[in-house]
């Protein structure tokens, strides 16, 4: 069977147009309406290190949080870092998350990679940080809720399921302990 002369011009459009839509100029006001979206978490850039404790069927668990947050592509994204350290020198959870903006929408979204799992999940600003749910079942979720005063970050996570008050699960506070140029430094360069 012969491909029909209208799949073939399709094909061979699709083809040539691909290039065009590749050498699109940048679009300068949606990068500054994220730059200066994600300059609002400018607090979080650095190297941070503290306490943690997460709850789990056998009983709480301590360790040593750290955090490392920087920006990536002209700081249009902000990218995190998080491993802990158990008392024995383990790393029981180690996560990856990329904050971005959509200009179009106004909304914030933080794509998560932890444990095995991944998601995107809405990000809210407050006046002292920001918030993030992870949905947990029917009826339930895991909300995140970090917040940033004297310079203490705080971030902890609740259980919370339609009809009962909320669980924490989830408590770090970190303070900060240096700068990092990660991830945008170390990059290739063209020779």
Same mark, same amino acid.
């Given at each position: 069977?012969?491909?029909?002369? *209208?799949? /073939?011009? $399709?094909?061979?459009g699709s083809l040539m147009l691909a290039p065009t839509a590749w050498g699109q100029a940048?679009? *300068?006001? /949606?990068? $500054?309406?994220?730059?200066?979206?994600?300059k609002k978490l400018d607090w979080m850039r650095g190297l941070w290190r503290g306490? /943690?404790?997460?709850?789990?069927?056998?009983?709480?668990?301590?360790?040593?949080?750290?955090?490392?947050?920087?920006?990536?592509?002209?700081?249009?994204l902000l990218v995190i870092e998080g491993k802990a350290y158990g008392t024995d020198g383990s790393v029981p959870f180690h996560a990856f998350g990329v904050v971005s903006y959509n200009q179009a929408s106004g909304k914030y979204v933080?794509?998560?990679h932890a444990q095995g799992r991944s998601g995107s999940f809405p990000l809210s600003l407050t006046d002292t940080g920001f918030t993030w749910e992870?949905?947990?079942?029917?009826?339930?979720?895991?909300r995140y809720t970090a917040t940033f005063a004297g310079g203490v970050y705080v971030e902890v996570g609740d259980y919370v399921t339609e009809g009962q008050p909320p669980r924490r699960?989830?408590?770090?506070?970190?303070?900060?302990?240096?700068?990092?140029?990660?991830?945008?430094?170390?990059?290739?360069?063209?020779?």
């Open positions: 069977m012969r491909p029909s002369f *209208s799949f /073939a011009f $399709a094909l061979f940048a679009d *300068s006001a /949606a990068i $500054a309406a994220q730059q200066a979206a994600v306490k /943690a404790e997460t709850l789990t069927p056998d009983g709480p668990i301590e360790m040593t949080q750290t955090e490392r947050i920087g920006t990536i592509l002209d700081g249009t933080l794509a998560s992870v949905p947990a079942g029917p009826n339930a979720l895991a699960f989830f408590t770090m506070t970190l303070k900060r302990v240096g700068d990092t140029d990660w991830p945008a430094a170390g990059g290739l360069s063209k020779d």
